[in-house]
């Protein structure tokens, strides 16, 4: 019965005699013009950049800096647009129509993954040195969480920031650094003390031209190819004590709920991109004849398809649930655990499913779905695996083993 109750209330709150969000005219306004931005500067060039496995993000987020994309929740002191997180949830729905999945990966880099932090907790004068340049397109960012031995387990980095005098002396190095090889600057999460592992550890601002930063290599993927993905070093790294974001100590916890902002980005996106491509597949399959009839047609895939959209609209409740709550100022991490988990599985069922219907087609490089399914196969890995969400919502039941970390 307690159990019971524990699970409810994970669903209920103050507010919940009220509406889940529902986008307004000036919402709609930011999406129609943010639109025609991706029609005009961006998808014309999407194969391109996706062939020459990188696009390129300074003309890129000058273009949406110019335009104010990047900064929409931001404060106007450093070129923001100060609006509510809900028209930053319209952009990154929006940013799902662009036809490359590394490019969308980027821009929520930018915008949303590495800021975030910055935005709540820097100082001014980090503000003005590291945040505006971003939100103008000025500066690419990229986030240093992830190391070689250190993926879901964040907990367990080795990097260093050792305090010498003034300055923080950095060595270690991050992996999976989306737009590192072209970054300006990069948020890197590092252990700044010996003490306990969930508060001793920091984020701080370094500039990538920094003497001893080294983008040792790129990689590749079998997906979001136009994402440079780098593995980055550190050796004897110095930066001021000011790069300093917010408190000592405190970065696991900062990173924490720059990781809430990542899974939202991420369902939004995701949730977007799944209706693309189911309509997609309504409109191929309603045009490819087989044995007499549309494909479309046969009751086992108008059935299929009708089941697979009727799992979106689910998947939806719940990410309104989730934006609602979080423009309410409440707690989401087991919603948007539970959120980030159901959405990117969804993506693999969807986007396999949709697949299944385009026969050869979909598995040639000529069409969107084949690119979707290797873009999208990497959102239940990415900002926590679907593992880490479930051992997150766990812990919120309070069914998780005792004496666990």
């Known amino acids: 019965m307690v159990l019971t ?3 409810f209330s ?44 990188r696009f390129p993000a300074h003309e890129v987020f000058k273009k949406l800096g110019d335009a104010g994309y990047l900064g929409i929740n931001r404060e106007v002191e450093y070129g923001g647009l100060g609006l509510d ?19 969308i990966m980027g821009i929520g880099v930018q915008c949303d993954i590495t800021t975030t932090a910055l935005s709540n907790h820097g100082s001014h004068e980090l503000k003005q040195q590291f945040l505006a340049p971003t939100i103008a397109g000025d500066w690419v960012a990229c986030l240093g969480v992830s190391e070689v031995g250190s ?18 002396v950095i060595n270690g190095g991050k992996m999976w650094t989306s737009n590192g090889a072209q970054a300006d600057w990069i948020c890197i999460l590092a252990n700044t003390s010996d003490g306990p592992v969930h508060r001793n550890k920091s984020l701080i601002c370094v500039p990538m031209r920094t003497e001893g930063v080294k983008v ?6 079998m997906g979001m190819h136009a994402s440079d993905t780098a593995e980055i070093t550190f050796e004897d790294v110095r930066v001021p004590v000011t790069n300093l974001i917010g408190e000592e100590g405190k970065g696991f916890k900062y990173q924490m709920e720059q990781f809430q902002n990542e899974r939202i980005y991420a369902a939004a996106g995701v949730i977007a991109g799944l209706d693309r491509a189911i309509a997609a597949t309504i409109e191929y399959t309603s045009q490819r004849q087989a044995f007499g009839q549309s494909i479309l047609d046969n009751q086992y895939v108008h059935y299929k398809i009708a089941e697979m959209q009727t799992e979106v609209e689910c998947c939806r409740a719940l990410y309104h649930k989730c934006l609602d709550d979080y423009l309410a100022g409440e707690d989401i991490t087991p919603i948007a655990s539970m959120l980030k988990l159901k959405s990117c599985r ?37 900002a926590g695996a679907d593992e880490v969400m479930l051992q997150i919502i766990s812990k919120y039941m309070g069914i998780y083993p005792e004496g666990k970390p």
């Open 216 to 221: 040792h290599r790129t990689i590749d993927k």
């Open 10 to 53: 994970l669903f209920t709150s103050p507010h919940l005699t009220t509406r889940f969000f529902t986008p307004t005219s000036e919402h709609e306004a930011l999406r129609d013009n943010l639109n025609k931005l991706i029609e005009k500067d961006i998808n014309p060039h999407c194969k391109k950049w996706d062939k020459a496995k």
């Open 85 to 103: 997180y809900s028209y930053q949830a319209i952009a990154s729905e929006t940013f799902a129509n662009i036809e490359s999945g590394g490019v």
């Open 346 to 382: 969804l993506a693999r069922q969807v986007i396999d499913g949709c697949l299944q219907f385009w026969g050869g087609m979909g598995y040639t490089d000529d069409v969107m779905i084949s690119k979707m399914y290797c873009d999208m196969r990497i959102m239940s890995i990415g």
């Open 151 to 168: 993926g879901s387990d964040v907990a367990s980095i080795k990097t260093k920031a050792v305090k010498q005098g003034e300055e923080y």
């Open 5 to 7: 109750r524990r699970i």
